[in-house]
C-alpha cells in the first residue's frame, strides 16, 4: 500500500468522523429547540389543573381542549382578526419588499451622487428617533390615522436592517449587467423589475420573512391606535384575552366558596400555551418555503458590508 493511498485512507476517515461530530451536534441544536416548542403543543392539549399540579411536560396530560375552546368561543371574531393579520402580513410583506428593493438599488447605484448622503439619513435613524409621545402626535393629530389600517402598516413598512441586507446582495450583481441592459435600451424600473429582482430571490426571501414576522406579531401599534375591536388583528386580540381571564380569575379569587374553586380551574397555563400554537403555527407552516433562500440571503447579508 502507498504513501499517497495512506493519505486518501486516513482523510476519508477523518472526514466521515468530522461529519458524524457535526450532524450529532447539529442535532442537538435541533433537539433543544424543539422540545421546547413539543412541550407548549403538550401543555396546550392538557387540562389546567393538570399542569398546575405536574407542571410541563412532552405528552399531554389529562387530555383537554378546553383552551382551545375558550380561544374559539366566538369564530368569528377570532376569524376576523385571523383575516386583519394575514391582509396586513401579505399587502405589508409585498410593497415594503417593493420599496426596500427600490431604496437599495439606488444606494447601491455608484453613479448616484447623493448616495452618501442618503446613506447616513438612513443609518442616523437607527441611532436616534422621535420617541413615543412625538410618532403618536403625529400618528394621531397630523395624519388621522386612529383607527386606521395604515396605522398598522405604515411603521412597519422600512426597516433600515432590511435596507442594508438587500443593498449587500445588489452589489454582488456585476455593474456591467446593468450597463449592457441600458445599452439595449432598458429603463431604470425595467432594469430593476426585469433583471434586478429575479437575481434577488434569496434576499427577498430573509428580507420577506423578517417583514412578515414583524407583522404577523405585531400587537403594540394596535394597543396604540386601534380601539375598534373589528379591527383588532390577532396577536392584540389574543392579548385582550389572556389578560380579561386573568382579571377575571382574579375577581372570582376574592371571592370564596365555589366561585373560587371554578376559578382555580380556568384556564390561564393551558391557554397561554394554546395561544402560542394559534399564533406561531402559519408561520412555522410558511417557513420551510424559504429555507434555502433564507440561509444564503441571511449568509449575504452577514458578511458583505
Known amino acids: 500500500m502507498t504513501i499517497t493511498t495512506i493519505k486518501k485512507i486516513r482523510h476519508g476517515a477523518d472526514e466521515r468522523v468530522l461529519g458524524v461530530l457535526a450532524y450529532s451536534f447539529n442535532a442537538l441544536i435541533a433537539l433543544a429547540c424543539l422540545i421546547p416548542f413539543v412541550m407548549v403543543v403538550s401543555a396546550s392539549l392538557s387540562s389546567e389543573t393538570a399542569v398546575r399540579d405536574h407542571g410541563f411536560s412532552l405528552l399531554p396530560q389529562d387530555f383537554s381542549l378546553e383552551a382551545y375552546g375558550t380561544i374559539f368561543k366566538n369564530p368569528g371574531v377570532v376569524g376576523k382578526a385571523y383575516l386583519v393579520t394575514i391582509c396586513l402580513t401579505v399587502f405589508g410583506t409585498v410593497l415594503g419588499l417593493f420599496i426596500q428593493t427600490m431604496t437599495a438599488y439606488v444606494l447601491s447605484r455608484r453613479d448616484f451622487g447623493w448616495r452618501n448622503k442618503f446613506s447616513f439619513f438612513f443609518y442616523f435613524t437607527t441611532l436616534f428617533n422621535g420617541g413615543l409621545v412625538p410618532s403618536y402626535i403625529l400618528m394621531t393629530r397630523y395624519l388621522h390615522l386612529k383607527n386606521n389600517y395604515l396605522a398598522l402598516l405604515l411603521p412597519l413598512l422600512f426597516s433600515v436592517y432590511n435596507l442594508l441586507i438587500m443593498k449587500s446582495y445588489i452589489r454582488a450583481i456585476p455593474d456591467s449587467l446593468i450597463d449592457a441592459a441600458k445599452i439595449d435600451g432598458c429603463g431604470e424600473f425595467r432594469i430593476l423589475v426585469q433583471i434586478i429582482m429575479p437575481m434577488l430571490k434569496p434576499a427577498m426571501a430573509t428580507v ?57 380551574n380556568m384556564p390561564t397555563q393551558t391557554l397561554k400555551m394554546a395561544l402560542t400554537v394559534v399564533v406561531t403555527g402559519p408561520i412555522i407552516l410558511l417557513y420551510p418555503m424559504v429555507q434555502k433562500y433564507f440561509v444564503q440571503g441571511i449568509t449575504i447579508g452577514a458578511v458583505k458590508g
Open 208 to 264: 420577506g420573512l423578517f417583514i412578515a414576522l414583524a407583522y404577523w406579531n405585531d400587537w403594540y401599534n394596535a394597543m396604540l391606535y386601534i380601539e375598534n375591536k373589528n379591527m383588532q388583528p390577532l396577536q392584540y386580540f389574543l392579548y385582550n384575552q389572556v389578560n380579561n381571564i386573568e382579571a377575571y380569575k382574579k375577581i372570582l379569587e376574592a371571592h370564596a366558596g365555589a366561585s373560587a374553586a371554578s376559578a382555580i
